[in-house]
């Protein structure tokens, strides 16, 4: 409806529209609109010299990168699949791991314990995002790799073919040296193949990622067992550089009456059969030692053959360092879990385990580990049924297999964060090296090596390898190839926390879990437990990335801020600035930001004069 | 002309929802308060249901719904929110903004008393403590009037820029289901159609609105609102008229009952007008010479029209629902204001129904004998069905 007349006059709206030389008070009553307006926008009143503060875009970390100890730009490649662009999320990826569809499958995903999300409705599935990356065409052939630099005529020899000697062998290549790889057993991959049961990683998911990197030039050599066959000092003679990681492979002794038993099995051992497919006879009734990721492996592999399985541990559930989703899944598919007992000894009837002696525990104060200690309640002893037993004590490293020089026994028990030791040429990592033992530990490790022997190998680059250090954890391989051009390696960036984010801006969105196979039925055999995403699914999940410290160019800066003119993205360079003729620093684009990619800091009145000029 | 199809059951929360989606709003921001709030709900539901076209903002606050309605109404957008009692009450700073940025809101107000202590049953407290904000306020009387005075309300609104509350009683009206006649949308469309705003929040043609206005224009400005009270007067009138055309029915700044000889007259706003109809026949089956009158616009006052039906030397007596307390009602000492000493009456100022108590037709003839006897205090508050 048009207003009335008499309550805009022309006078009035020409006035608006026009301005006037004239002083308000000297403005007729027919002059003066009805309501306090402007002659002209906000542009006319550079009001920059007001603020004691100013905005600033500055990248935060995501915490999953932090936490990722392969060094995985996580948030990059989960938002670019928010984005829809899933090749580039693959090349993210492929960026600082060789090996993703296997980390997609059996990785322990740090990234989601330090996902900012897990506070509001849960974590992202950062694991299965990347094994449906891992698992797309673009990671058929290892073209999704271009040498980064031609040949440098280097050759480094690798001894072991687990998760920490290819991630070596992939990044020493990408970097242009030669690399021989030695491995003891007849089929490489290590604790990947002889370790992890093929119902979390199937044989043909491992061996496409490893024919990837043989693609790429390395040569993996079966069958020869560094120590025996190789002297490491004579391997050193012959290589520029050696990396050893050859793991943790051999068991902690049990000690206990009848444990020489042909019943009776290291995890080490039973896994890396099971896996070969000679699954040894456990009968009936299998006991397994233990509480930890090989204890529950073997328990879920001892099943598949057919046996009652029994985990027996001197702590309770809640003490067992294996991972939570293993042992859920495992007491799923049947296994018992007997808590609060340690072996006492096997009873053997003419030649055959018939069962185990057990005692009670209760728990006590909490021991160095920081978990409660099992005390052992004497005369609580009792017998449970055992047709074989396999002893998951856990692994301890054998330096003495490898080497019987004590020199390089001492400078491989020596090693800096880097793996390098004070013997020249010689670096260690993985399991080896000890610390947390998981793949992706191991992936880390064997990267931060290859960039160490690289250094070694050209003489000192530019910056000190502490610079390729995210967020005060991995390396990034992707940030040394570009000489530490990164945004996430800015020195004293800071890592978001959930309390920097606006969770006004994020609705509760359930996770997207993956089907597991066991939910429907439990089967024997040793077929993938666990399918991957859908492409929507991935996409769904994707989306609840909060990125947390990156600008997604969600535009909401300069939708709150007040002067309207004082947030832009160049058109042209895409970069994010502020006029600071025109932002009189509210802060309300910092405070209003969803993912705190905008600081607020102090204007330095004495030398930092603000513009205030027009633009 | 408009046929007893669009005859329907509604009550007279729906009946405002119901005139908003006819009026094409675009803006609805809104935060949810008994007893207004199946208003935003039925709108809510108008617009889940692809009813409405329209953005339907479930705010924080009602400041924050206020503050909404105003920004969107600045870039020429139809806006409306709705609201009671304590919400009003917190409005109260943006009720003023909206005056004073000439922004067109209407608003849906169902009258609730204000706390403390707790109630959720009405009085006129909260519409009364705005009546200084420069709103125009409607009170209605019942659920066609709500729909009716709606749309009017809207098409005044943009005319004379100035926001406008209808105002009901919270259950009489806001709960109760009467029949109402829903005209067609195209008659709708045509009493009223799009809005227009020469100036208004534009990216194209930017300017700021609301900047700092100094003494040599301040009282300028102030002036505007009251010339717009005025025009809005006359505004009103053809509205009144243009609507009848349309639809055959007539809204009344003033609703008289029997006043033409009385002698002895009783005043009130909203639906406590039928226990006034009843005592008023009753005594005139005595031979008093009783009347009332209803007052449906109360902002901006119908003064002329008060002064033309009050007949000269009568008794007046005024029911408010609301206390200025330390002084008398709101609207007892208005009507007080506007028709002494020349037209010869004695106004009282009576108090009833405050927090949801009825007013009978008892508490009415209370107020007639009080002014019949002499017993009733012509300067300070008469309070009605009182313990005191």
Known sequence: ?615 | MISEEHRIAITGNQAIAHAVRMARIHVVAAYPITPQTSVVEEIAEFCAAGKMDAKFIQTESEHSSMSACIGASMTGARAFTATSSQGLALMHEMLHWAVGARTPVILGEVNRALAAPWTILTDQSDSMAQRDTGWMQFYCANNQEVFDSTLLAFKVAEQVLLPAMVVLDAFVLSHSTEAVILPPQDLVDEYLPPRETPVKLDPDEPHAFGGMMFPDVFMEQRYKIEQSMDIAKEVILSEIEEWEKATGRQLKPLYPYRIDDAEVVVMCLGTAFGSVRYAVDKLRKEGIKAGGIRMWQYRPFPIKQLKELIPEGSQVGVIDRAVSFGISGPVGSEVKSVLSPESRNSVYGFIAGLGGREIQPESVESVFRAMLEGSADPVGINWVDVRK
């Open chain 1, 1 to 615: 409806m048009a207003i009335h007349k008499e309550i805009f006059s022309d006078e009035a709206l020409r006035h608006v529209r026009e301005g006037s030389a004239k002083p308000p008070g000297q403005l007729s009553a027919d002059e003066i609109p009805p309501m306090a307006a402007s002659w002209a926008n906000t542009e006319k009143m550079p009001v920059g010299g007001w603020k004691e503060n100013r905005p600033r875009y500055l990248r935060g970390l995501s915490p999953c990168l932090a936490h990722c100890p392969v060094g995985n730009d996580v948030e990059g490649f989960v938002s670019t699949v928010r984005e829809g662009d899933v090749e580039s999320a693959a090349r993210l990826l492929a960026a600082e791991t060789p090996l993703p569809a296997t980390c997609g499958r059996v990785c322990y995903h740090p990234c989601e314990s330090g996902c900012n999300r897990v506070q509001l409705d849960g974590s992202v599935g950062i694991r299965a995002i990347e094994r449906y990356l891992g698992d797309l065409p673009y990671f058929d052939s290892a073209n999704i790799w271009s040498q980064a630099r031609p040949a440098t005529g280097k050759n480094i020899a690798i001894a072991g073919s687990g998760p920490g000697g290819l991630a070596s062998a992939w990044a020493l290549s990408l970097l242009g040296h030669k690399v021989e790889i030695f491995e003891r057993k007849p089929e490489p991959g290590g604790l990947l193949l002889y370790g992890i049961p093929a119902y979390r990683l199937p044989k043909d998911i491992l061996s496409k990622e490893i024919g990837r990197i043989k693609d790429m030039g390395v040569r993996i050599n079966c069958g020869v067992n560094v120590g025996e066959a190789k002297e490491l000092s004579k391997l050193l003679e012959s290589y520029d550089s050696v990396f050893v990681a050859t793991g943790a492979a051999k068991s902690r002794d049990i000690n206990i009456k009848g444990d020489n038993n042909k019943a009776v099995y290291s995890a080490i051992e039973y896994l890396s059969e099971a896996t070969s497919g000679n699954i040894p006879e456990t009968g009936r009734e299998c006991i397994i030692i233990g509480g930890g990721n090989s204890a529950v492996d073997a328990a879920r592999s001892a099943k598949r053959s057919g046996a009652n399985v029994t985990i027996v541990y001197r702590r309770t559930r809640a003490e067992m360092p294996a991972y939570e989703t293993e042992i859920d899944d495992a007491l799923k598919e049947g296994i018992q879990l007997e808590e609060l007992a340690i072996p006492l000894e096997l009873i053997v009837e003419n030649g055959s385990l018939t069962g185990m002696k057990c005692l009670k525990t209760k728990l006590g104060e909490p021991d160095d580990s920081g978990r409660r200690s099992p005390i052992p309640v004497p005369g609580s002893d009792f017998v449970i049924p055992a047709s074989s037993m396999i002893n998951a004590l856990g692994e301890i490293i054998d330096k003495e297999e490898l080497t019987k020089n004590s020199d390089f026994q001492n400078a491989l028990s020596e090693l800096n964060h880097w793996g390098s030791s004070n013997i020249q040429g010689l670096f260690a990592g993985g399991d080896f090296v000890g610390g947390d033992r998981t793949v992706a530990h191991a992936i880390g490790g064997g990267k931060r090596a290859a960039m160490a022997i690289d250094r070694f190998l050209l003489g000192k680059s530019a910056n000190p390898l502490e610079s390729y250090i995210v967020g005060g954890g991995p390396a990034s391989l992707a940030g040394y190839l570009k000489n530490g051009e990164s945004d996430v390696l800015a020195e004293g960036i800071k890592t978001i926390q959930y309390k920097d984010l606006n969770p006004a801006y994020f609705p509760n969105v359930e996770r997207e879990e993956l089907a597991k196979v066991l939910d429907q039925k439990p089967d024997n055999s040793f077929r993938e437990v666990e399918s991957g995403y859908t492409p929507e699914e991935a996409k769904a999940e994707a989306n609840r990335c909060f990125s947390c410290g990156r600008c997604t160019n969600c535009g909401l800066c300069q939708i709150f801020c007040p002067e309207g003119a004082a947030v832009h993205r160049d058109p042209q360079s895409k970069e994010l600035m502020i006029f600071d003729s025109h932002c009189k620093g509210c802060g309300i684009c910092v405070e209003e930001c969803p993912r705190c990619a905008l600081v607020m800091e102090p204007v330095n009145k004495e030398s930092d004069v603000v513009k205030t000029e027009t633009q």
